[in-house]
């Protein structure tokens, strides 16, 4: 069974970064594909940025781009998320999910799309 572990959240202030780090465990980590989304309070889950299982390029909402950066590391079955300039919009409960999608060359940017979640943890930035 897939597992999820997130860690790196917390409170920081506009304008500083953040790197939020999601270990994954259960099966070969190359087969899937990973994304990251966000939850605010009231509001729908929505994408942020997604990286293919060949890593590479990736795709970011628009108001990510610029200044989130997601990466993975094979050889330690870890993606992570960098995110810099944060803005308090950008206060939200964190996830990452994750999906077979070997061979696949789609970003998937859909929550229902992902098979396994992390437990999630709140980012705040205050202004």
């Known amino acids: 069974q897939v597992q999820l572990v997130e860690s790196g959240g917390g409170v920081v202030q506009a304008g500083d970064s953040l790197r939020r780090s999601c270990a994954f465990s259960?099966?070969?980590?190359?087969?899937?594909?990973v994304g990251w989304f966000r939850q605010a309070p009231g509001k729908e889950r929505e994408f942020v940025a997604a990286?293919?299982?060949?890593?590479?390029?990736?795709s970011y909402r628009d108001s990510a781009k610029g200044r989130f950066t997601i990466s993975r590391d094979n050889a330690k079955n870890t993606v992570y998320l960098q995110m810099n300039s944060l803005k308090p919009e950008d206060t939200s409960v964190y996830y990452c999910?994750?999906?077979?999608?070997?061979?696949?060359?789609?970003?998937?940017?859909?929550?229902?799309?992902?098979?396994?979640w992390g437990q999630g943890t709140q980012v705040t930035v205050s202004s």
């Open positions: 999910a994750a999906r077979e999608s070997v061979y696949s060359g789609r970003y998937y940017q859909v929550a229902s799309e992902y098979d396994y």
């Open positions: 259960g099966r070969p980590f190359i087969k899937y594909g």
């Open positions: 990286i293919r299982w060949s890593g590479g390029s990736a």
